[in-house]
Nanobody
């Protein structure tokens, strides 16, 4: 059973940067496809979560169009940690950010219901 714990969220001004971290425990994180999702204010439920970026076991990466060139997803399996480096943040990036893992197959950013394990989330607020 995988447990995921996010950290690194906070409040920043537009144009600022944050790096989110997600530490996994209870299983070897290297066997999982990993991703970051976000949930915007006013929405509820897993199905309303937007896939932001994913990184597979082989290092393949995918990003949602709105963050391409600004966000970078990386993983360090030895440290059991997933990262999301976020630059040039915009107010529309304000959301709760969740770490996600899927065992055996790749995560699909548009299919949050396929995720096996979720973290509890970390809040990112971008405001002047």
């Amino acid at each position: 059973q995988m447990q995921l714990v996010e950290s690194g969220g906070g409040s920043v001004r537009p144009g600022g940067s944050l790096t989110l971290s997600c530490v996994g425990s209870g299983d070897m994180i290297g066997r999982y496809s990993l991703a970051w999702y976000r949930q915007f204010p006013g929405s509820e439920g897993v199905l309303e979560r937007e896939g932001v970026a994913r990184i597979d076991r082989d290092g393949f990466r995918e990003y949602v169009d709105s963050v391409k060139g600004r966000f970078t997803i990386t993983r360090d399996d030895a440290k059991k940690t997933l990262y999301l480096s976020m630059n040039s943040l915009k107010p529309e990036d304000t959301a709760m950010y969740y770490c996600a893992a899927r065992d055996g197959s790749a995560i699909h950013l548009d299919k949050p219901h396929w995720v096996n394990f979720w973290g509890r989330g970390t809040q990112v607020t971008v405001s002047s």
